[in-house]
């Protein structure tokens, strides 16, 4: 069965460091492009970023550009989402999807990783 | 870049079809067929209904379609059924950033 199985949930304080992950199984982790995307509590899903796991090629959205890093571990098919300093306003869902389908759809999607950002 | 445009609600009772459009630019919808749906359900991650505008995963019932017209996509649900109620996101290609966007998600309500 092919599946993403996310990191549990984290609960941090401002200014701390966190990297979340996701692991991947059932396919070839080289061949498909990994994805993140946030979810803010009863919002919309906002587009992070994705990670070629073959090369580590990586792309961000401008709105998350040097907001995160995004990077991959092929050895053990996991890819990790990391912040430097941590901010209340990074409290959100996570969830980590494979792009699999045609056109950069994400065709296999990870349970999500709640981090809670609260002094 | 800014997010797709998507109506915040649209309702319809059971068996009736209803329509979601997502509207983007030319930078994004426009220029690419390149847009996929997603629904997802209260505490759920989101699932794939369509890809590259009118293509749907294998499993996904055919009452799910998709098509285009100009910057403006949309996703029609046929023969509304209760388990049909639940979120739903569309989400391009943007060439200006080379990323993706998605829309700002459309509550579907059946009444």
């Known amino acids: 069965e092919v599946q993403l199985v996310q990191s549990g949930a984290e609960v941090k304080k401002p200014g701390e460091s966190l990297k979340i992950s996701c692991k991947a199984s059932?396919?070839?982790?080289?061949?498909?492009?990994i994805g993140w995307v946030r979810q803010m509590p009863e919002k919309g899903l906002e587009w992070m970023g994705i990670i070629f796991p073959s090369d580590s090629d990586t792309r961000y959205s401008p709105s998350f550009q040097g907001q995160v890093t995004i990077s991959a571990d092929k050895s053990i098919s996991t890819a990790y989402l990391q912040w430097r300093s941590l901010k209340a306003s990074d409290t959100a869902m996570y969830y980590c999807?494979?792009?699999?389908?045609?056109?950069?759809?994400?065709?296999?999607w990870g349970q999500g990783t709640m981090v809670t950002v609260s002094s | 870049q800014s997010a797709l445009t998507q109506p915040a609600s649209v309702s319809g009772s059971p068996g009736q079809s209803i329509t979601i459009s997502c509207t983007g630019t030319?930078?994004?919808?426009?220029?690419?067929?390149?847009v996929s749906w997603y629904q997802q359900h209260p505490g759920k991650a989101p699932k794939l209904m369509i890809y590259?505008?009118?293509k749907r995963p294998s499993g996904v019932s055919n009452r799910f379609s998709g098509s285009k017209s100009g910057n403006t996509a949309s996703l029609t649900i046929s023969g509304l059924q209760a388990e049909d109620e639940a979120d739903y996101h569309c989400?391009?290609?943007?060439?200006?950033?080379?990323?993706?966007?998605f829309g700002t998600g459309t509550k579907v309500t059946v009444l």
């Open positions: 030319s930078s994004d919808v426009g220029s690419y067929n390149l």
């Open positions: 059932g396919y070839n982790f080289y061949t498909s492009w």
């Open positions: 590259e505008g009118s």
């Open positions: 999807a494979r792009r699999g389908a045609g056109g950069g759809a994400f065709d296999i």
């Open positions: 989400c391009s290609y943007a060439s200006s950033s080379t990323s993706g966007v």
